[in-house]
Each structure stands twice: as structure tokens, then as C-alpha cells.
């Protein structure tokens, strides 16, 4: 069940998508990361929203720069592989964990291959 709604989302990350796609995924992960570690639920709520503006962002990069003389845009673009540290919803995200879960969930592992 989720903890927020899309106008929470809008909130902190203004669109005209539908934010309810992205809360469900969000729910999903601070259930399976962060379910039974003992947060209060308010700040399960915070972690929530934050995470599903992130996810939006990674959907479609919002405008960080705009200009209007010769129009400009230049939208934030995450660098594959960074996680949540790739948009500043994500970082919010692993400001708000207490337990370092997270961060240590979206550490990218290295893996070596052996052919014999």
C-alpha cells in the first residue's frame, strides 16, 4: 500500500505524467530495503516520495537550465550506473536512510570472469 500520493510526488517534482507508476515501484523498493528496519513512518513516507520523484526523473530529465534569448534547455541527464546518486531526488533519498542501506544496496559491484 502506498504511503504517498501524486500530488506529494508533484510536489517536489512537477509534471504532467502520472506519478502513480512511479509510487508503486517506490513502495516496492523502501518495502523490500527499508520494510523491517525499524523507521518511523514518517520518514518511510519522506524516503517514498523522494524515491518515486527520482525514478520519475530517470524517466524524463527535468529542465535545469533554461534561456529564452536564442532558447536554450539543458535537461539533467543521470550518468548510467550511478542509482539514486544520479538525480537529486536519489541523493535526497540516501540522505534520508539512516541505516545506509541503501547506499550500500546501489554500491555497483565489480565482477570477474575466469576462462579456463
Known amino acids: 500500500m502506498p504511503r504517498v500520493i501524486p500530488s506529494d510526488v508533484l510536489a ?4 504532467s505524467v502520472d ?3 512511479f509510487i508503486q515501484t517506490a513502495t516496492l523498493l523502501v518495502d523490500t530495503y527499508l520494510g523491517s528496519a ?3 513512518a514518517g520518514l518511510l ?3 517514498e ?3 518515486a520523484a527520482h525514478l520519475m526523473d530517470v524517466s524524463a530529465p527535468s529542465a535545469v537550465q533554461t534561456r529564452m534569448g536564442d532558447t536554450s534547455i539543458t535537461m539533467d541527464r543521470m550518468k548510467l550506473g550511478e542509482g539514486l546518486k544520479g538525480t537529486r531526488f536519489g ?3 540516501l540522505a534520508l536512510d539512516p541505516t ?3 547506499a550500500q544496496a546501489t554500491i555497483m559491484k565489480r565482477a570477474t570472469i575466469f576462462v579456463d
Open 12 to 15: 517536489i517534482r512537477p509534471s
Open 19 to 21: 506519478a502513480f507508476p
Open 38 to 40: 525499524g523507521l518511523p
Open 45 to 47: 513516507v519522506e524516503i
Open 49 to 51: 516520495c523522494w524515491w
Open 91 to 93: 541523493q535526497q533519498v
Open 100 to 102: 545506509g542501506t541503501l
